[in-house]
Every structure is written in structure tokens, then in C-alpha cells.
């Protein structure tokens, strides 16, 4: 009973390359939510996708930030031309395919450091 | 818009004793689900109990229960017969049931628990 994988774990990129994150979601899961934390902070949500669809991106920046979750394969979180305030971990949480909200459980999160 | 308090930045307790970690809540929704989320060192984000608001009955997960207080909108996790593996970051988070953003968690800035031996 896999949980929600992201990869990689931990990522290093510098200004002004790109950063793919990745998320599959658990077995059943239909539904997938990005969050950013910063230091010493609170998660922020990001994005929430379903299969091919962007359900509220209503937390993502304007630019450079991109998210998809395709018919196959897992969701991924897309940052192009990465600035220092990138850096921060990335959480990916599935959900159930069901009416309504339902409880997210979390991936282990991507680390992302921008040098 | 909702937003989430955790008004203790940082709290301590003696293993095996009880600690209760504080939560308030902002929102004009009347259905909703509210959460608790422990952060250990690893990092990794783990469900520790759910609320829905709806139910009258406090929510209990073995150890872990909570004081849901709808009208005075507060939501306190209660740790009993703590261990050191409690020691994490806790985080309390709020969801909409219905219209828009449901689904997106809200979560407050966390407290930081450490269990002693």
C-alpha cells in the first residue's frame, strides 16, 4: 500500500535553470494538491489538479510556475527559470476520487535549494 | 477568507504527561472540515485526526484527541501519555467542505512540541 512518492527528494538547481517536481499520487487517488513551505512556515497551497484538468491554481505565482497531471503518469510541478526565493519544500497530498473534499495525505516533499 | 492561529510558537512536556496544543479559526463557512498535521524531523507531513464540523462529537485517534468548539471556533489537540516520538511541529489546517478553493488546506504556522525524558 504505497503512500504518495515524490522525486527527487532533494534537488539543487541554479538561478535560471528549471526545476521539474514530481508526484504520484496514492493508489485510488484521484485528486493532487501542491503545497510550498518556507522556512520556519506553514504549508501554502499551490495548485489542486485531477486528471487532466486544473481544478484552482489560485495559490500558484503568475510566472514561471507550471502544473500538470496527465491522463498517465504522475503530476508534476513545473518552476522555469528558478530564483533564490524558490527555494523551499515542495509537498504533493492525494485525495480520493469522491464527491467532495476529502482528507490529503502527504508525500515526503522535494527540497528544493536554488543557488 | 478563513485563516488558522496557532498561537504557541513553541511548547514543552515531560513524557508520559498530557499537553493540549491551541488552534483558532476564522471563517463565515458552516461546513468545513478541520485537521491536525504532525511534522517530525524527517520532514514528512502526517495526518494525526480529523474533525468534520458538522459533528458535534470531538474527534479521538488513540492518544490524540481534540476540544472542537464550534461557536467559539477553536480547535485544540489534546496529546496524552506523551513519547518522544510525538516530538514534531504540529500543524492545525482548515478545509471547506463546499463552493470555491474546497479542497485547499489552510494551515496555521505550526507549534513545535518536544517531548522530555
Known amino acids: 500500500n504505497a503512500g504518495v512518492m515524490q522525486n527527487p527528494r532533494h534537488l539543487v538547481r541554479r538561478r535560471g535553470q528549471e526545476a521539474r517536481l514530481r508526484c504520484s499520487p496514492m493508489?485510488?487517488?484521484?485528486?493532487v494538491y501542491w503545497y510550498r513551505q518556507l522556512p520556519e512556515e506553514g504549508l501554502k497551497f499551490m495548485v489542486y489538479l485531477q486528471k487532466e484538468n486544473i481544478i484552482d491554481e489560485s495559490g500558484m505565482p503568475k510566472e514561471r510556475f507550471s502544473a500538470e497531471f496527465p491522463k498517465e503518469g504522475p503530476s508534476i510541478l513545473r518552476i522555469q527559470q528558478v530564483v533564490r526565493g524558490d527555494s523551499a519544500a515542495y509537498f504533493c497530498?492525494?485525495?480520493?476520487?469522491?464527491?467532495?473534499?476529502?482528507?490529503?495525505?502527504f508525500g515526503p516533499g522535494t527540497r528544493l535549494t536554488v543557488l | 477568507a478563513q485563516t488558522v492561529t496557532q498561537s504557541q510558537p513553541e511548547m514543552s512536556v515531560q513524557e508520559a504527561e498530557t499537553v493540549t496544543l491551541s488552534c483558532t479559526y476564522d471563517?463565515?463557512?458552516?461546513?468545513?472540515?478541520l485537521f491536525w498535521y504532525k511534522q517530525p524531523p524527517s520532514r514528512q507531513m502526517i495526518l494525526v485526526i480529523r474533525q468534520e464540523a458538522y459533528k458535534q462529537q470531538n474527534a479521538t485517534e488513540n492518544r490524540f484527541s481534540v476540544n472542537f468548539q464550534k461557536a467559539a471556533k477553536s480547535f485544540s489537540l489534546k496529546i496524552s501519555d506523551s513519547q518522544l516520538g510525538d516530538t514534531a511541529m504540529y500543524f492545525c489546517a482548515f478545509m471547506r467542505r463546499y463552493g470555491g478553493s474546497q479542497g485547499n488546506l489552510i494551515f496555521g504556522k505550526g507549534t513545535k512540541l518536544s517531548v522530555k525524558p
Open positions: 497530498a492525494s485525495s480520493r476520487d469522491r464527491q467532495g473534499p476529502d482528507t490529503q495525505y
Open positions: 493508489k485510488g487517488h484521484s485528486h
Open positions: 471563517t463565515s463557512e458552516s461546513n468545513y472540515y
